[in-house]
């Protein structure tokens, strides 16, 4: 069965960082482009950042550029997003998902066919 | 950056009603548009990739229309499963998001 499971949410006071990780696992992994979204509480949708199959592709939204660092272990099936400067707005639940099939080449921009359940990050003092 | 505007943002409606959704881009993204179904608690599932065509396991009663800046997704007769959030994405450059539109019952 093909599963993201991420991790690494949690409380973090502003100024903060954190890494949080995303597990894959049903499916050859190193064939998919991956992305980061996040959804604030009772909030909609925000794409945060995209990563290709190999890594060496990166975008990130405006939002968070300069701040989040997206990268990818093929041997592990594994993607991660560490974020430094945390601020309250930064609070939300991050999604890692998959990018359509291509076969391992470049679809980006992507749309989504496999989505995690999601980890909260809470930036609080 | 291409804005999505959704409308509306919430629609009532009855079980066995025909339904339509609307997502307006800021400028042409020509195909590249998805659809969203997500229930609460529970991350978004694809309905609809590349305007039109129906992700696998999909049912028949949702379908997608539109090119260029405007594009709609219709469920033909609303089933109570069907209650939910729905977003439009365009892929055309970068990503973004719709801002939602929830479903619920009448």
């Known amino acids: 069965e093909v599963s993201l499971v991420e991790s690494g949410g949690g409380l973090v006071q502003p100024g903060g960082s954190l890494r949080l990780s995303c597990a894959a696992s049903g499916f050859s992994f190193s064939y998919y482009e991956m992305a980061w979204v996040r959804q604030a509480p009772g909030k909609g949708l925000e794409w945060l950042s995209y990563?290709?199959?190999?890594?060496?592709?990166?975008h990130y939204a405006d939002s968070v550029k300069g701040r989040v660092t997206i990268s990818r272990d093929n041997a592990k099936k594994s993607v991660y997003l560490e974020m430094n400067s945390l601020t309250a707005e930064d609070t939300a639940l991050y999604y890692c998902?998959?990018?359509?099939?291509?076969?391992?080449?470049?679809?980006?921009?992507?749309?989504?066919?496999?989505w995690g359940q999601g980890t909260l990050v809470t930036v609080s003092s | 950056d291409i804005q999505m505007t959704q409308s509306p943002s919430t629609l009532s409606a009855s079980v066995g009603d025909r339904v339509t959704i609307t997502c307006r881009a800021s400028?042409?993204?020509?195909?590249?548009l998805a659809w969203y179904q997500q229930k609460p608690g529970k991350a978004p599932k694809i309905l609809i990739y590349?305007?039109?065509i129906l992700e696998s396991g999909v049912p028949l009663r949702f379908s997608g229309t539109g090119y260029g800046t405007e594009f709609s997704l219709t469920i033909s007769s609303l089933q109570p499963d069907d209650f939910a959030t729905y977003y439009c994405?365009?892929?055309?450059?970068?990503?973004?998001f719709g801002q939602g539109t929830r479903l619920e019952i009448k």
């Open positions: 994405q365009q892929y055309r450059t970068y990503s973004a």
């Open positions: 400028q042409s993204i020509d195909s590249w």
């Open positions: 998902a998959r990018g359509e099939d291509c076969s391992g080449e470049s679809c980006y921009p992507n749309w989504f066919d496999t």
């Open positions: 990563i290709s199959v190999s890594g060496r592709t990166i």
């Open positions: 590349k305007a039109s």
